[in-house]
């Protein structure tokens, strides 16, 4: 037999029952939703750390490095500087002897310093000068590159050695040693055996110095016009020696 209020404490006890049920769901539910932000809070690093790794650059190949080497144009330091042939044949390997010269009655002339600011490009302009009065300057294409060019001007200091010397000069702008500058070159006449040595064994590249004794052409930049005049000169003999 019930008594007086049962079936109101029964409701009552339903609805509590029923309201526990509700609010273990909500939790629950909060719970999972919880579980997600968690989750997407760890992803959101790592998805970054990914998108940040993808990103970064390869890593360079370090070639050896040449010590004591300046740059003609001094953007690069000594201990800056270090010279890579695959980089400046943009990753293409040429083995020695296989390099492909083009088939032109003019032998093709290419000298090669570090800024192609100074030294190399005098190189370029006495060779064409001592071409020009030998009445053989027909015979080549000359032209000048350097390892570590940046699009200078030639050196003020060079023009002025020139003019020293007589010999004209064209408008130079510095150029980046290349594939293509490589391939159509009958000959790579190396201002060191540093640049000899940067440029890997090619088998049509020598020094200066290997084409008459001279030895190693030294680097004039940030000197004063005298200095810049005596490798003029070291040049102009050294060249004429050539023909």
């Known amino acids: 037999m019930s008594k007086p209020g049962d079936g109101k404490n029964k409701a009552i006890l339903k609805a509590d029952i029923k309201f526990i049920k509700v609010e273990k769901a909500q939790k629950k539910d909060l719970s999972l939703i919880e579980q997600e932000k968690l989750q997407k809070v760890k992803k ?3 998805e970054k750390k990914r998108k940040k790794e993808s990103l970064k650059p390869l890593p360079e190949k370090k070639a050896a490095s040449v010590p004591g080497a300046v740059s003609d144009s001094g953007v690069i330091t ?16 040429i083995p020695q002897g296989a390099v492909k010269t083009p088939q032109s009655p003019k032998k093709r002339v290419l000298f090669l310093c570090t ?25 080549y294409l000359v032209s000048s590159a350097g390892l570590a060019a940046d699009g200078s001007s030639m ?5 002025r050695a020139l003019d020293a010397l007589g010999v004209e000069y064209l408008p ?12 159509d070159a009958d000959l790579i006449i190396c201002m060191t055996s540093r640049h000899k040595q940067a440029m890997g064994g090619i088998a049509n590249c ?25 490798v003029a000169n070291i040049l102009y003999g050294a060249i004429g020696s050539l023909f």
């Open 44 to 46: 959101k690093p790592a």
């Open 78 to 93: 000594p201990e800056q500087l270090e010279f890579e042939i695959p980089q400046i044949l943009k990753g293409e390997q």
């Open 115 to 139: 800024g192609n600011t100074c030294r190399s490009p005098m190189a370029e302009f006495i060779f064409r000068h001592i071409a020009k009065k030998l009445k053989r300057e027909d015979e």
């Open 155 to 159: 050196s003020e200091n060079a023009k």
């Open 172 to 183: 130079h702008i510095s150029r980046q040693m290349s594939v293509e500058l490589l391939k």
């Open 206 to 230: 020598v020094t200066l110095s290997d084409l008459c004794g001279c030895g190693d052409i030294p680097d004039p930049y940030g000197m004063n016009a005298e200095e810049y005049k005596k």
